[in-house]
């Protein structure tokens, strides 16, 4: 009898410490960096439909890089006067504009005491925007050029851009990003004595986006 005792003991005893291991909880391993996928519409000098990626870097800190397209139907009329044509000759012209934007922006989430899910609350952003717009007019009146004739031509231009906004949490996946904010950029004048001079515009907008 004694015998089986010291051998239950001897079985218990070399069970016990694998069985403790087993249960023992592994490491705590550092959360995956939040992503959210996002599409909506942002209106500056003119309205443009978006799509961003933002990644969180830190608490605080998030990357955000976006692609944004508008396209504008445009007339300009105008009297064009010339000695040899005579006075007062109409001119047309139509055309059509594709903007294309890439954007990168840098955030900073200002965060409260109370613990919020990431990529949620009020923040600050600056941002650098990259256009080409690739322009084809049409003349439908002129008084030196054949009517029909057309020109095609693009453009390229950075804008710097300061946000402030808040992204709101609506449930474990959904987001909603709204946003206030200005920038600078060159607008062609012939009003003006620099006809490249620099302007500051307002504008916002809205997102809806996805956790992932």
């Given at each position: 009898?004694?015998?089986?005792?010291?051998?239950?003991?001897?079985?218990?005893?070399?069970?016990?410490?694998?069985?403790?291991?087993?249960?023992?909880?592994?490491?705590?391993?550092?959360?995956?960096?939040?992503?959210?996928?996002?599409?909506?519409?942002?209106?500056?000098?003119?309205?443009?439909?978006?799509?961003?990626?933002?990644?969180?870097?830190?608490?605080?800190?998030?990357?955000?890089?976006?692609?944004?397209?508008?396209?504008?139907?445009?007339?300009?009329?105008?009297?064009?006067?010339?000695?040899?044509?005579?006075?007062?000759?109409?001119?047309?012209?139509?055309?059509?504009?594709?903007?294309?934007?890439?954007?990168?922006?840098?955030?900073?989430?200002?965060?409260?005491?109370?613990?919020?899910?990431?990529?949620?609350?009020?923040?600050?952003?600056?941002?650098?925007?990259?256009?080409?717009?690739?322009?084809?007019?049409?003349?439908?009146?002129?008084?030196?050029?054949?009517?029909?004739?057309?020109?095609?031509?693009?453009?390229?231009?950075v804008q710097p851009q300061v946000y402030l906004g808040r992204q709101w949490g609506l449930g474990p996946r959904i987001v909603l990003d709204t946003f206030v904010g200005t920038c600078v950029y060159r607008r062609e004048s012939v009003n003006r004595r620099n006809p490249?001079?620099?302007?500051?515009?307002?504008?916002?907008?809205?997102?809806?986006?996805?956790?992932?």
């Amino acid at each position: 009898m004694n015998l089986k005792l010291y051998y239950l003991a001897a079985l218990g005893l070399g069970i016990s410490p694998r069985l403790h291991a087993q249960h023992q909880p592994g490491p705590d391993l550092p959360p995956s960096p939040a992503q959210v996928v996002k599409a909506g519409v942002r209106v500056f000098n003119q309205p443009d439909a978006t799509g961003t990626y933002e990644r969180q870097l830190t608490p605080q800190l998030s990357l955000l890089g976006g692609l944004g397209y508008f396209r504008q139907r445009y007339s300009l009329y105008g009297l064009w006067f010339s000695p040899a044509a005579g006075p007062r000759q109409p001119e047309e012209l139509r055309g059509i504009s594709h903007s294309y934007h890439a954007d990168l922006q840098l955030r900073y989430y200002f965060r409260p005491r109370v613990a919020r899910p990431a990529l949620t609350g009020w923040y600050a952003a600056f941002a650098l925007q990259g256009t080409y717009r690739r322009t084809t007019e049409v003349y439908v009146a002129s008084a030196t050029i054949p009517s029909g004739s057309s020109r095609r031509y693009g453009s390229t231009q950075v804008q710097p851009q300061v946000y402030l906004g808040r992204q709101w949490g609506l449930g474990p996946r959904i987001v909603l990003d709204t946003f206030v904010g200005t920038c600078v950029y060159r607008r062609e004048s012939v009003n003006r004595r620099n006809p490249k001079a620099l302007y500051l515009d307002a504008g916002g907008g809205l997102q809806i986006g996805w956790r992932l």
